[in-house]
């Protein structure tokens, strides 16, 4: 399991603010607004990184493209997400780095057609900069952030570009290892 990226103190400080639009409120609240949102811009592709925003989607109807779980939450056990996906891909990602194992998973699921869950041995949430990276041009990525809500981040060039700088600080750091 290669290691393609791996995380430095100072982008970690960078990628606690919100890659996108922060969506502030209760889980049945940001769900909605999801919801509504997806249903008027009808994105190519809607991703869940993490267990609890794949949860609360799913609960409620909207089905992700791809989710990309860890059965952990908040760094405890979690229930499993109940399975709406059509495949489901196991991968192993260390926290605080990508593999490349991951990385093809999320290439590959964008390119299929069915819905796919990957469970991650590790850490998903770093994956959220691979699946903006590879997903399709308006496609919509969604991820939880801690105390605060969810994060909304639409795949537009401008944000393709922006992750694959900061794709390029982290594989310039694990290279200098």
Same mark, same amino acid.
């Given at each position: !399991? @290669? ?16 890659? %996108? !639009? ?16 997806? &249903?008027? &811009?009808?994105?190519?592709?809607? =991703? ?8 609360? #989607?799913? /609960? ?9 779980? /860890? ?8 229930? @499993?997400?109940? @399975?709406?996906? /059509?495949?489901?891909?196991? =991968?192993?990602?260390?926290? %605080? ?5 991951? =990385? ?19 850490? &998903? /949430? ?10 399709? #041009? ?10 605060? %809500? ?7 060039? &401008? ?10 600080? !982290? ?7």
């Amino acid at each position: !399991m @290669p290691v393609v990226y791996t995380l430095t103190p100072e982008l970690r400080k960078k990628l606690k603010t919100p890659l %996108g !639009m922060l969506i502030r409120g209760t889980f049945s609240e940001t769900t909605k607004h999801i919801k509504e949102i997806v &249903e008027r &811009e009808s994105p190519p592709a809607l =991703v869940s990184i993490g267990d609890t925003v794949t949860r609360n #989607l799913t /609960d409620n109807r909207v089905l992700p493209k791809i989710s990309v779980i /860890d059965n952990v939450v908040m760094r405890k056990q979690a229930a @499993p997400v109940s @399975p709406f996906a /059509d495949k489901t891909v196991r =991968v192993g990602n260390p926290a %605080g780095t990508i593999t490349e194992e991951a =990385v093809n998973a999320l290439e590959k699921a964008f390119r299929g057609s069915e819905r796919v869950r990957i469970i991650v041995d590790g850490e &998903e /949430d770093l994956l959220t900069l691979v699946a903006i990276l590879y997903a399709p #041009l308006n496609s919509l990525v969604v991820y939880g952030q801690p105390y605060e %809500g969810v994060v909304l981040v639409k795949s537009t060039q &401008e944000k393709k570009a922006e992750i694959a700088g900061i794709l390029r600080a !982290m594989e310039t750091a694990r290279k200098t290892k």
